[in-house]
């Protein structure tokens, strides 16, 4: 190879590396609004994120098969006909629903949510794996 076979290539190298950032970019973004929607925050940051509520809605599963099918993400799409939104679900089981589901588009990120317990009381915390 010589020296400009070698500068060609590492050109190009940089220029997929841009990409690769770039679209990385878009993902945190996306993820990063998804998770002010499910939450009700206006964070600029994810490790910022620190959730006092819940919103589970018909938007959110919308939202969350949006960017699994838009980031090529190999995770399993909800099912929007499955939940009755017009019903009061248990605590317990919208929050292991928001932890799979926020973990699964936290994942590709290298966070994950996780349930702590302070004073009797139950919280979320984001934190890098």
Do not use: R
Not at 4 to 27: D, F, P, R, T, V
Not at 74 to 85: C, S, Y
Not at 111 to 120: D, Q
């Amino acid at each position: 190879m010589n020296k400009s076979e070698i500068n060609e290539n590492k050109i190009l190298m940089s220029e997929l590396q841009n990409k690769i950032i770039e679209s990385n970019k878009k993902y945190y973004k996306d993820v990063l609004d998804f998770l002010n929607m499910l939450f009700d925050l206006e964070e600029t940051s994810i490790l910022k994120i620190k959730p006092k509520k819940i919103q589970f809605n018909e938007n959110i599963i919308k939202t969350y098969n949006y960017i699994i099918k838009k980031h090529d993400i190999k995770k399993e799409m909800l099912d929007t006909n499955a939940f009755d939104f017009n019903i009061e679900y248990e605590q317990e089981d919208v929050l292991k629903i928001c932890l799979i589901i926020s973990n699964n588009l936290l994942d590709k990120l290298k966070y994950k949510i996780e349930v702590g317990t302070w004073n009797n009381k139950k919280y979320l915390k984001i934190k890098p794996m």
